[in-house]
Nanobody, 121 residues
Framework: QVQLVESGGGVVQAGGSLRLSCAASGRTFRSIDMGWFRQAPGKEREFVAAINWSSTNTRYADSVLGRFIVSRDNAKNTVYLQMNSLKPEDTAVYYC??????????????WGQGTQVTVSS
């Protein structure tokens, strides 16, 4: 099992920046690919960004490409989401998630509790 705890959410004005962190414990962090998702009120959860275990592969949703950067520090068992040029439509609860990096499971099976990000106009 893996426990994930997000932090770093808050209220920021449009155009501002926030950095989210997700600390992992339990299973070896190096064996887990990580992702960030978000869910706005009344909307379905959506993919934001992902990074593989070795940081050699990252992916982004079109809506955040060029503004958000996902990274990880395996020595600290932590994954980050740097969010720049924030827009009101980025307002959501942000979740980090993990899945085994060996490809045995496609779905993200480990989830954090979420952290609220609110962008004011």
């Amino acid at each position: 099992q893996v426990q994930l705890v997000e932090s770093g959410g808050g209220v920021v004005q449009a155009g501002g920046s926030l950095r989210l962190s997700c600390a992992a414990s339990g299973r070896t962090f190096r064996s887990i690919d990580m992702g960030w998702f978000r869910q706005a009120p009344g909307k379905e959860r959506e993919f934001v960004a992902a990074i593989n275990w070795s940081s050699t592969n990252t992916r982004y949703a079109d809506s955040v490409l060029g503004r958000f950067i996902v990274s990880r520090d395996n020595a600290k068992n932590t994954v980050y989401l740097q969010m720049n040029s924030l827009k009101p439509e980025d307002t959501a609860v942000y979740y980090c998630a993990g899945r085994p990096s060996d490809g045995t499971i496609y779905e993200y099976v480990y989830w954090g509790q979420g952290t609220q990000v609110t962008v004011s106009s």
